[in-house]
C-alpha cells in the first residue's frame, strides 16, 4: 500500500508539473505566437493612458523581456525556493510555495488561494453531503419501486436538475427565497464556519440546495442505473435465497456493488469543486476558488490563474488517489499492487 | 455554457475587460459652503435625481452597503484611475481641491477642500500656489502638513510600483532630470517641481503655462500620503485616511469597511456631511445579483455607476414603482468612429464627409443599448455636462436620423468615388456593441456604395498593435475604427486632450487619437490650455470640437446614459455631474 501510495505521489508531482507547463504556454506563449510584444502584454496592466514610457517600465517590472524559458523558471522556483518582491519603499520575501504576485493587486497568489480555500470547501462538502445522500437515496427507491410513480417523478425532475444551469437555478432561488421571501441569506453572503456555524449554515443553504440539486439529479440516475442492474445478479437471489432481510440485501449486497461507479464519479466531482464551483461561487458571489479563478481568467491576471489552475490540478489528482484507496474498502475485490 | 460548476483550463475563454475610466469635473469659482445641496427636494420621479434632492434629511447613522461587479484598480489614491473611485475616494481622502458634492451642473464646479482657497496662478500659469487649511489630521491625529501633499504627488510619479494612475504630474511637473520619484531617486532635490516653503504652502511648477491646473490639484494623487506610513505597493492594503472615513478591515478582492475617523475635524470640512456611521462595500460580486439585491432593497449602490444590467433592463422601465426610483443621467462618455485620414480615399475630406452624412444614428444608438440604456445621439465630440459644448451638426442625418444619402452620394461624387469605395473597420472583438454598432454602419454605408469589411482585433492590443497602430492600420486599410473616450475631468482639456491632438499619436501605436491629424488643432489646443480666463478658455474648447468636426476625422455615435436605480434605504440621493453617477459623498441612511 505505502509503495502504491508514493508511486501515485511521484506521479501527482510530474503531472502537476505538466500542466503548470501547459497553463504558462497557454498564457505566456500563445499570446507571442499571435504576435503579442513584452509591452503589448504589458498594457492590461497600466493605466488607461499610459504612456510608451509606462509601458515599457511595466514590461519590464513584471518581466515580460525575458525569454520565455527564464519566465517559467522563475516561477518554478518561487514554489520551490520562495521569491522577492520590490514593493517600493523595500523588498518583501515572499516564502515558498510563492506562486508569485498578482499582475494587477501586487498581492501573493498563495494566501489568497488559502484564504478562499475555506469558502469552496464548505461549499463543495456542504453541497456533496446533501447530493450523496439526496441522490444515492432517490436512485435506490427508484429502483426498487421501478416503474411507480416515484421513479416517474424523481427520473423527471433528476433531468430537470441536469438540464437546468446553475446561473440560472441560482439566480432564480435568490429572487425567490432570499430577495422574495427573505428566508435565505442575499447573494456575496459567507461567514466562517469558526466565526458562528450558524450563520456559515444559513449563508450556505441556498448554494448549497443549489449546487446539490444539479449532482444529486446526475448521481440518482447513476444510483438506480446501478441499482437495477444489481438488484437482478445471481447473487442477489442467493441472498434472498438465503432468507436474509430485504434491508440487509438492498444496502449489504445490492448498493455496496452499486457504489463504486458512483465513488469514481464523486471522487472527481468532489476534486473539481474544490478547485473552483465556478458557477455556483460566481452566481451567488461567494468569494471562494471558483470565483478567483473567473476573474483571474477575467483579468487576464497570470501569476493569479496559474496558481488557481495548479490548485485545482492538486485537488483533481488528490481526490483520484484516494477514491483509488477507497475502492479496496468497498469492494474487496479490488486488489492493490 | 458549461452545465457542471468546475474550473480549471476549461474556463479559459472567458476574457472580457472593464473600460476604465475616470472623471472628474468643472470650472473654478469662488468657494462656499458646498456640504448641503443646493437643489430642492425632488419628488421621487424618473430623473428626479438630475435636478433635485431625492429624500433630503440631515439624520446621522447607519451604514450603506455598496456592492462592485468587480474591483477596484487600487484604493490607494496615488494608483486610482476608475471615475466611481474618484467619486468614492473623497469618503476617505481630502485632495486640495475637489469637486462639489451638488446636484447635476452645480457638481462640476471646483471647491477647495485641503486648500484653503483655489490656486494662484503666476509666472504665466506655469506656477501654482495652495495655502493649506490649518487644522487638518490624518485618522492618527497627526497634522497634515504641505509636505505629506508633495510626498504623495512625488510617489505618485512612480509607474513601476503605481502603473494604475495618470501622468499629468509626471508630463507637466518641471521636475528635476530622470526623476523618478522618491524611493529610486531618494534625497534628489525636488524643490523646482515642488516647493513647500512652510508647513502650510504648496508650490507647484510646471513645464509649461496650464491655465487649468486647479483641475490637477482635485486628483486624488494630491490626498496627503504620511511618509512615515507609506508602504508603496502595499499601501492600498491600507491608506491613511484624511477624510471622515478610515479603514476598518480591507480584503483585497473580497471588499472593505469603512467607520469614522476620529481625527476628521467637520469644522475644517464645509464640503462633507459625513451622515452615515460606516460603509461596508463588497467587491467582485455578481453584477445582476446587484440589480436584483438593490431593486429589492438589499444593497444600497451599484458602485460602478454604469446602470443595470440588460436582465434588469426590462424590470426598471417596465414597472411604473421601479422607474420611478431610477435616473438616467448622460455622462461625459462619448462613442465614436474614427476616420483614419492616412488611409485611401479617406485622406480626401469629402470622402469623410460622406460617411458622415451616410451613417445611421439610430441604429448606432440601438447598438449601444438605445435610448436609456446606450445613451443619447451625438452630433459633435464634446458631451452636454462639458463646458465648452455647443449644440450643433454640420452633417444633419435627417430628420429621422438616418442618415442624408443624397448628401453623401454628393460628397461622394465630389470625392471622385461617385460609386463608393471599399475600406475595413475595425473593433473590439470582446465588444458586442462596438460590433453592433460597426454592423450598423456596414448597412448604412452600403445604402451609397461604400462597403465596409469588418475586422474584429482583440481589445487588450487594439491600440498598441492593430488600430491605434499607423503603420497597421494603413497597410491593412483600416479606414475606420470604432472608438470611445471618457472625460478624466468635464472639461475641454480633460476630453479633448487625448483624443484630437495628433502629437500624442505614435508610431509604435497605443493612442487613443488614431485619426485627428490637423496641426491648426494642435495649435488651438495648447491655446486653451494657455488661457486662464475660462469663457475664453471654453470658447476654444467649442472651436476645436467644430474645427474636428469640419474636419470629419471623427463620425460622433453617443453620448453614454446609464439607468441607475436609487437605494431604498438611503437619504440626499442625487446625480453629480462630475462624476455621471449618484454622489456618495451625499448619502445619508433613512
Known amino acids: 500500500m505505502a509503495t502504491y501510495i508514493i508511486r501515485r505521489l511521484i506521479w501527482a508531482a510530474v503531472m502537476l508539473t505538466i500542466v503548470s507547463i501547459i497553463t504558462f504556454a497557454i498564457f505566456f506563449l500563445v499570446p507571442r505566437l499571435a504576435g503579442a510584444t513584452p509591452e503589448s502584454l504589458a498594457t492590461r496592466y497600466v493605466g488607461r493612458t499610459a504612456t510608451a514610457e509606462q509601458v515599457k517600465i511595466a514590461a519590464e517590472k513584471l518581466g515580460f523581456n525575458d525569454p520565455l524559458v527564464v519566465q517559467y523558471g522563475r516561477f518554478a522556483k518561487g514554489i520551490v525556493a520562495g521569491a522577492d518582491y520590490d514593493y517600493g519603499p523595500g523588498v518583501e520575501h515572499c516564502p515558498a ?62 433531468l430537470g436538475g441536469v438540464s437546468l444551469p446553475i446561473f440560472f437555478t441560482g439566480m432564480v432561488s435568490l429572487v425567490i427565497f432570499s430577495y422574495g421571501l427573505g428566508i435565505t441569506a442575499p447573494g456575496g453572503s459567507f461567514t466562517p ?37 444489481t438488484m437482478s445478479e445471481d447473487y442477489i437471489r442467493t441472498a434472498r435465497a438465503k432468507g436474509l432481510t430485504e434491508r440487509t440485501v438492498v444496502l449489504k449486497h445490492g448498493l455496496r456493488a452499486a457504489l463504486t461507479p458512483i465513488l469514481t464519479i464523486f471522487g472527481l466531482d468532489v476534486g473539481l469543486l474544490l478547485g473552483g464551483a465556478v458557477l ?49 474498502v468497498v469492494d474487496p475485490r479490488v486488489r492493490l499492487a | 455554457m458549461k452545465r457542471r460548476t468546475t474550473t480549471g483550463a476549461a474556463a479559459l475563454g472567458a476574457v472580457l475587460a472593464l473600460a476604465l475610466s475616470a472623471c472628474g469635473g468643472g470650472s473654478g469659482t469662488t468657494p462656499k459652503d458646498s456640504a448641503q445641496p443646493a437643489a430642492e427636494e425632488a419628488k421621487a420621479e424618473f430623473n428626479a435625481g438630475l435636478t433635485g434632492v431625492v429624500n433630503p434629511s440631515d439624520k446621522k447613522g447607519g451604514v450603506l452597503k455598496f456592492a462592485n461587479e468587480g474591483d477596484w484598480d487600487s484604493l490607494d489614491p496615488g494608483d486610482t484611475y476608475y471615475g466611481y473611485s474618484w467619486n468614492f475616494i473623497r469618503l476617505y481622502g481630502r485632495s486640495l481641491l475637489m469637486f462639489k458634492s451638488a446636484v447635476g451642473k452645480e457638481g462640476n464646479e471646483l471647491t477647495p477642500d485641503l486648500a484653503e482657497g483655489m490656486g494662484q496662478p503666476s509666472d504665466d500659469a506655469k506656477t501654482w500656489t495652495y495655502k ?37 504630474f509626471n508630463d507637466f511637473l518641471d521636475l528635476p532630470k530622470g526623476y523618478k520619484g522618491p524611493y529610486k531617486s531618494k534625497g534628489v532635490n525636488t524643490d523646482k517641481a515642488i516647493e513647500t516653503p512652510d508647513d502650510q504652502t504648496i508650490v507647484f511648477h510646471l513645464k509649461q503655462p496650464l ?46 469597511t469603512l467607520v469614522r475617523n476620529p481625527n476628521w475635524d467637520p469644522a475644517t470640512d464645509p464640503n462633507r456631511k459625513a451622515l452615515p456611521d460606516g460603509f461596508d462595500v463588497t467587491t467582485n460580486v455578481n453584477a445582476d445579483d446587484i440589480d436584483n439585491r ?128 471599399e475600406t475595413n473597420i475595425a473593433y473590439r472583438a470582446e465588444r458586442p456593441n462596438e460590433k453592433a454598432a460597426a454592423e450598423a454602419l456596414q448597412q448604412a454605408l452600403g445604402r451609397v456604395g461604400i462597403k465596409l469589411t469588418l475586422k474584429p482585433f482583440p481589445q487588450a492590443d487594439y491600440f498598441a498593435l492593430y488600430a491605434g497602430k499607423p503603420g497597421y492600420a494603413k497597410d491593412n486599410k483600416l479606414g475606420l475604427a470604432q472608438n470611445g473616450w471618457m472625460s478624466d475631468w468635464p472639461d475641454g482639456f480633460g476630453f479633448l486632450g ?88 451625499g448619502l445619508g441612511v433613512k
Open chain 2, 294 to 421: 438593490v431593486l429589492s432593497g438589499d444593497l444600497d449602490v451599484a458602485i460602478l455607476g454604469t446602470g443595470v444590467k440588460q436582465a434588469a433592463l426590462g424590470r426598471v422601465l417596465g414597472d411604473p414603482a421601479n422607474k420611478a426610483n431610477s435616473d438616467n443621467p448622460t455622462s461625459t462618455r462619448l462613442w465614436y468612429t474614427s476616420i483614419n485620414g492616412n488611409v485611401p480615399p479617406l485622406d480626401n475630406i469629402d470622402c469623410r464627409k460622406a460617411v458622415q452624412y451616410a451613417a445611421n444614428k439610430v441604429d448606432y444608438q440601438t447598438a449601444f443599448g438605445g435610448e436609456f440604456a446606450g445613451g443619447q445621439i451625438a452630433t459633435s465630440l464634446l458631451p452636454p455636462a462639458i463646458p465648452g459644448h455647443e449644440d450643433f451638426n454640420l452633417y444633419p442625418p435627417g430628420a429621422d436620423n438616418k442618415g442624408d444619402l443624397d448628401k453623401a452620394k454628393e460628397h461622394l461624387t465630389a470625392c471622385g468615388h461617385a460609386d463608393g469605395f
Open chain 2, 498 to 585: 487625448q483624443i484630437v491632438d495628433s502629437r500624442v499619436i505614435r508610431d509604435t501605436g497605443g493612442s487613443s487619437n488614431i485619426s485627428v491629424r490637423d496641426p491648426e488643432v494642435d495649435k488651438m489646443l495648447d491655446q486653451a490650455m494657455a488661457e486662464t480666463d475660462q469663457a475664453k478658455r471654453d470658447a476654444l474648447w467649442t472651436a476645436i470640437d467644430k474645427k474636428v468636426m469640419e474636419d470629419a476625422f471623427i463620425l460622433p455615435g453617443i453620448w453614454t446614459k446609464s439607468l441607475i436605480v436609487r437605494s431604498k434605504n438611503a437619504t440626499n440621493i442625487f446625480v453629480n455631474d462630475a462624476y455621471g453617477m449618484y454622489d456618495y459623498l
Open chain 1, 97 to 158: 510555495p510563492c506562486f508569485g504576485y498578482s499582475f494587477l493587486t501586487r498581492l501573493p497568489v498563495w494566501p489568497d488561494l488559502l484564504d478562499r480555500l475555506p469558502v469552496t470547501m464548505s461549499l463543495a462538502i456542504g453541497a456533496a453531503i446533501l447530493w450523496v445522500l439526496a441522490g444515492v437515496a432517490t436512485g435506490v427507491v427508484s429502483a426498487l419501486r421501478r416503474g411507480s410513480f416515484f421513479d416517474r417523478a424523481a427520473m423527471t425532475i433528476a
Open chain 2, 211 to 256: 491655465s487649468n491646473f486647479d483641475y490637477f490639484a482635485q486628483l486624488p494623487a494630491t490626498i496627503p500620503v504620511p511618509e512615515a506610513k507609506d508602504t508603496g505597493a502595499k499601501y492600498r492594503e491600507h491608506v491613511i485616511a484624511s477624510g471622515p472615513y478610515m479603514f476598518e478591515k480591507n480584503e483585497i478582492g473580497k471588499g472593505f
Open chain 1, 280 to 328: 455556483t461561487e460566481s452566481t451567488y458571489s461567494l468569494p471562494g476558488m471558483g470565483k478567483y479563478a473567473i476573474d483571474a481568467i477575467t483579468n487576464q491576471d497570470l501569476p493569479k490563474v496559474m496558481g488557481v489552475v495548479l490548485f485545482a490540478a492538486f485537488f483533481v489528482v488528490v481526490a483520484n488517489l484516494i477514491v483509488d484507496l477507497l475502492y479496496a
Open chain 2, 132 to 168: 493649506l487649511k490649518p487644522g487638518v489630521k490624518f485618522e492618527d491625529g497627526t497634522a497634515i502638513t504641505s509636505k505629506d501633499v508633495k510626498y504623495a504627488v512625488l510617489r505618485s510619479l512612480d509607474k513601476e510600483v503605481f502603473p494604475d494612475g495618470y501622468t499629468y
Open chain 1, 193 to 229: 464556519f469558526l466565526d458562528d456555524p450558524a450563520a456559515w449554515a444559513y449563508s450556505l443553504i441556498l448554494p448549497w440546495i443549489t449546487l446539490a440539486f444539479l449532482y444529486a439529479a446526475g448521481y440518482a440516475r447513476l444510483t438506480r442505473a446501478g441499482m437495477l442492474e
